[in-house]
């Protein structure tokens, strides 16, 4: 049995589910003590949720929550146990967030039967952060690349793997020292990429945006009748965004310095770039601050891609977008680091977008998903799009999961 929010509003969906575990034990009981669930995902922050309960006390004194065991004997409800939070849709079942519980709070008001337990949780990156490591990456002789970075470090954890498509990352690395976590390593050095670092399903991706993926997640229906999905969505544009990052190295020959300016490399999301550069007015560059070198080609190089990633990252966010989803009527969990399309807000915004970040709650109101996208083009592209467009997108989507992200 799993605990059910909201309405079916057309014979022919049902109501999502919020479905959860420990330790691989259902939560069945508990869900009639349920509230909310809450989860925050993106891709430049670690996945979390909050879990709230109400709890009561039995006849032996005992609280339904806060004491309750699991079959094994132990604490349910204990920090660092393992949880996972999903979405069922009928009978399919898609993971949102799968990690450990890292805070437990009780609230004991002045009415006893107002007492509630609430669980903080954290993806899997959270395991990464228990130990204080100094290491010294490369020497001379044997230098290392990102890719055997990430092999090595996420290695040392059970059920993580790295995912097929990471970024190969730099290569030649010597004497790159770790004084910190490795979750705080790896950060650094998707930093020094312009990388994403997202934990998803035991995985683990370290790699640049995935704005090309021949299937897009199933689309964004706005204004469409019984097929419209979409609670509300804003589009603004920032025209705040530079078309070019720089930085000064020393000049090669005499003093002085020299200027290299990076331009952005990302794919356009639509039909037509969203910057303007013959607007007559002065070239929009941001200096790159914070940073200097010795002028060494190694150094150009790396100072050339922070420049890239601050150069792309502004040219994502020249269009954004934020709304809400229906989790019934959409029939999916909405996954940030993803395109996705959204259909029926004009041949101008309609199209791509990258999702930022998506916010799920499940309530006794139903289970919506808030999101932020981001785009760097106008134009309604999905029908160019190999596989794009609402049934396609769907379709194709469902054919993913089952490929090894469904559970």
């Not at 050339?304 to 994502?316: F, L, Q």
């Amino acid at each position: 049995m799993k605990l059910s929010f909201g309405l079916n509003l057309l014979a022919t969906r049902e109501p999502a589910e919020c479905v959860l575990s420990i330790e691989g034990e259902s939560l069945d009981d508990f869900y009639p003590l349920l509230e909310e669930v809450t989860v925050e995902t993106g891709r430049n922050a670690p996945d979390t949720a909050r879990l709230t309960f109400e709890s009561r006390r039995d006849e032996l004194g005992d609280w339904l929550v806060q004491d309750a065991k699991g079959l094994s004997g132990r604490v349910l409800f204990q920090e660092w146990n393992q949880i996972t939070v999903s979405a069922a849709f009928g009978t399919n079942k898609e993971e949102i967030l799968r990690g450990f519980i890292r805070q437990v709070r009780t609230e004991y008001p002045n009415d006893p039967g107002a007492v509630k337990v609430i669980i903080e949780v954290q993806d899997e990156s959270f395991q990464l952060d228990r130990q204080q490591r100094r290491q010294s990456w490369g020497t001379t002789d044997v230098p290392v690349t990102d890719q055997q970075i990430l092999q090595e470090v996420v290695g040392r954890y059970s059920g993580l793997s790295p995912v097929p498509g990471c970024g190969s990352g730099q290569s030649g690395i010597v004497g790159e020292n770790q004084n910190g976590t490795d979750i705080q390593w790896l950060k650094k050095r998707a930093e020094e990429n312009g990388y994403e670092l997202i934990f998803r399903e035991g995985s683990v991706y370290f790699g640049p945006m995935r704005t090309a993926l021949d299937q897009p997640q199933p689309t964004i229906l706005v204004y469409a009748g019984s097929d419209s999905n979409c609670v509300a969505l804003n589009v603004s544009s920032d025209a705040h965004q530079p078309d070019k990052v720089f930085f000064d190295l020393p000049a090669d020959t005499g003093a002085g310095s020299r200027k290299v300016s990076i331009d952005p490399n990302m794919p356009h999301l639509g039909k037509k770039w969203a910057g303007n550069p013959k607007s007559g007015l002065v070239p929009f560059e941001w200096r790159m601050s914070g940073e200097s070198g010795n002028g060494a080609a190694n150094n150009e190089t790396r100072l050339s891609e922070k420049a890239r990633a601050k150069a792309n990252d502004a040219d994502m966010h020249r269009i954004q977008a934020e709304g809400e989803l229906d989790g019934t009527l959409y029939g999916h969990v909405l996954r940030p680091g993803l395109p996705v399309g959204v259909d029926g807000i004009g041949s101008r915004q309609s199209g791509l977008y990258y999702v930022d970040t998506v916010s799920h709650v499940f309530n006794s109101q139903g289970y919506r998903q808030r999101f932020k996208l981001l785009r760097n083009a106008w134009g309604d592209n999905l029908d160019n799009l190999p596989g794009a467009g609402p049934l396609a997108a769907v379709l194709g989507f469902a054919g993913a999961l089952s490929g090894g992200f469904r559970l």
